[in-house]
């Protein structure tokens, strides 16, 4: 089966290039998109109770969400295509970064901040050099969440003409052609994979000596 | 709207399989997970591996994993409930065995003390106290499970998941609206009333 699968690989390389780069630009493109919203959203939301307390709420329900669902709502809206797949993949990358970001601004303890404003420093310098990299860690919790998130909801993308990895996944289980199923659904599972473990260690590589246990 | 309201007992029959594949996944689950969670939560090497093994399996893209099952169980509903069981196994195992490690040392050292056996000081004691955190580990398996059953429609498995499926092969937006929107609220109310028992459980253990 899998020599198959290899043998049909083999056979569609353009195929499998273009489907290769559709999944990767819809994935770094959503994520993309979601830490720029997120993070800034989230550094601004945690310091304020009321604002905090909306978006974690908002961000809770949003995560409830089947991603299946949400890309489902966005085609009658938005018609079928990369951009309506783009826009759905980034609403679902969202509450992750969100919930993180705040969840690790909110994290870092008063006394250090107090500790640096007794230093003399800035509001800005407090937010760049201590209460940043004390929550980055988080923060790559969440982007890594996302990520997994936005690579497994981009072979979803397939119903809705995203293109993608999922394509040769949807059209093998049409035609019941098994190699062709594998041609999707082995390169995507590593992908998820890879991504797992590469933000696993930058998040790792990121988080401060000082906090490592 | 009105597809909505006109085929009512369609969107009733679509969302009474979604329960029931979602719960018969859920229960399985949870049956594995439990006595897992138990032995990972007093040896850490069994902790490592379980998690290392499900926190894999979690991994996997839903559509990519149903589909690498056909080879082996074919379409249908045994399909969707092992992947489902598979995708929830990681964080009800992380959550029984941190409810229990959880438990105070103290609490467990009284009812030792007051000559409980090893059975009697898991289901009197440490279960009870770690049941808030087991529920937010069910809390997030439910929420998952129902966000997979969606997509299982597409290998046969039946529920929301084929009026989305049926709505986008025959370009009719209400059906898609039903379905999705409907997948939605299920997966929030259940979300919601899971949470209000997790408070209820906190408040009443004191934990």
Redesign the interface.
Known sequence: ?LVDAWHYLVAHPVQFGVALGVHLALSVAALSIAAAIAIPTGIYAAHRRGIAFAAVNVA??G????????L??V??LLGTGFAPSLFALSLLALPPILLNTIAGMRGVDPDVVDAARGMGMTARGILRRVEWPLAVPVIFAGLRTAA?QV??GA??A???GGGGL?DF??A??AM?A?PQ??V???P??LL??AA?FGFGALQRRLTPRGLCA | MNWFLRNADQVATALGQHVVIALTALAIAFAIALPVGIVAARRERVHTLAIAIAGFLYTIPTLAFLALLIPLVGLGPANAIIAMVAFSLVVLIRNVATGIRGVSPDVVDAARGMGMSAPQLLLRIELPLAAPVIVAGLRVAAVTVISVTVVAAYVNAGGLGTLIFNGIATDHAPKIWSGALTACALAIAVDAALALLERRLVRTRGA
């Open positions: 089966m809770n329900i995560r409830t969400l089947p991603s299946l669902a949400v489902a709502l085609l009658p997994i690579i497994s072979v979803l397939a119903f809705i999922g996944i949807t093998g289980i019941m098994v199923m594998l999707g659904a082995i995507v599972t998820a994979l797992d």
